[in-house]
């Protein structure tokens, strides 16, 4: 059995996007700029939308003595363009993952999940920036034999668009693309206007990503006032389950995932404790609104927990025990380390081990199975 890594991140380099957009559209591309403290930032012609740090894999703390060195106008400790090199650059992470023990590795963009909200307004631009990321991502796949899974970025806003980019991420041989949990422009993610998006994941063999990102968030800004972290407000860190379960609710009890039994979904980084009680409200809420109506929302064969049992597979933390969670819910995690970010673990075997009580022979779905599954294996 490999054991496959449900996520980590590869750093952008600071010209990814230019070098990856058709000359016509570069000045639309992101780039990553320094201010006069040395604070490298991801930006967007001359607005500034996050500030990158290098910080060390496991260490939450050293991300907030970051930004205090950054209020207090003092520079980096350490120059983005510093980074190690297995942060950015596929070759020496594969040497990583050898070193860890690790066969296989699921890779997200760093960037890529800072700034979708904040070019919510320019589709140009959001569909320039997701195209270049993309380009890049076929490389890695191409370049990586297997031992990288580099996850591209879509938007359902545009469903020729993402009909062509699937088809291309197929070729290419990437199978996962992260879209967000959240709204298409008013509309919910099962909306007749989006039947042929899903069929168009089936059928290219990709499966859609829900992970921590920059999306619109599923509950009304006005909570998050006088927050002084736009990106990151407390709310969000305590009610990030919530935009991957009203999304998963949604695709399940309006029967999408019954008339697209081939479409796989991921939820990495959005935690997976919540799951089981989710799976009986989720089958108790259906079951009530069928008999207050007389009729269920949705006809389908199976109860909504089922589909989500047949189809979802999400990423847990050490801390949440997954083995634990699998008692509860079934045999759906799948074991992840965040690398290289610090709210991630540095040693991701011997951490899960030591969480779980159980290593990769003993529990084959969690380390590897149920992320090839989410890769396409049979």
């Known amino acids: ?89 596929p070759v ?23 700034w979708e909200r904040a070019l919510a307004a320019d589709l140009e631009a959001t569909l320039v920036n997701m195209t270049a990321w ?65 069929a168009a994941f089936e059928v290219c063999g990709i499966a859609p990503v829900f992970h921590i990102a920059q999306y619109p968030l599923p509950f009304d800004e006005a909570w998050n006032e006088g927050d002084p972290d736009w990106s990151n407000p407390v709310l969000s860190s305590v009610f990030m389950w919530t935009a991957p379960a009203i999304a998963i609710a949604d695709l399940a009890v309006r029967g999408v995932f019954a008339r697209h039994p081939l479409l796989r979904l991921g939820v990495v980084e959005l935690l997976a404790s919540w799951l089981p009680q989710f799976l009986l409200l989720l089958d ?12 269920p929302l949705t006809s389908m064969e199976l109860s909504p927990s089922d589909y989500v049992r047949r189809q979802v597979r999400l990423a847990a933390f050490p801390f949440e025990q997954p083995q634990r969670l699998a008692r509860q819910a079934g045999d759906l995690f799948m074991f992840g380390s965040d690398y290289p970010h610090p709210e991630g673990v540095a040693r991701p075997i011997e951490e899960f081990r030591s969480a779980c009580g159980v290593g990769p022979d003993e529990a084959q779905a969690l380390y590897g199975g149920n992320a090839a599954w989410l890769l396409g294996r049979a």
């Open 1 to 89: 059995m490999a054991i496959i890594d449900a996520d980590s991140h590869l750093y952008e380099t600071r010209t990814l996007w230019v070098e990856h957009t058709e000359s016509a559209k570069r000045h639309l591309a992101l780039r990553i700029a320094d201010d006069e403290n040395g604070y490298s930032w991801l930006s967007f012609i001359d607005r500034r939308i996050e500030v990158l740090g290098v910080h060390r894999p496991g260490d939450v703390s050293q991300s907030g003595s970051f930004r205090e060195r950054l209020r207090r106008g003092l520079p980096p400790e350490v120059p983005y363009d510093a980074m190690p090199r297995d942060f950015w650059e």
């Open 92 to 114: 020496a992470r594969v040497g990583l993952l050898d070193e860890l023990g690790i066969d296989e590795s699921i890779v997200f963009p760093n960037c890529g999940i800072m």
């Open 134 to 198: 993309n380009r890049w991502a076929m490389s890695v796949a191409q370049a990586a034999k297997g031992r990288l899974h580099p996850v591209a970025h879509v938007t359902l806003r545009d469903i020729d668009w993402l009909e062509g980019q699937l088809r291309q991420l197929a070729a290419a041989g990437v199978r996962l693309a992260m879209i967000a949990p959240a709204l298409v422009e008013g509309r919910r993610l099962s909306h007749p206007r989006h039947e042929r998006a899903w």
């Open 284 to 295: 108790g809420g259906f079951s009530f609104n069928a008999s207050f109506n007389g009729q």
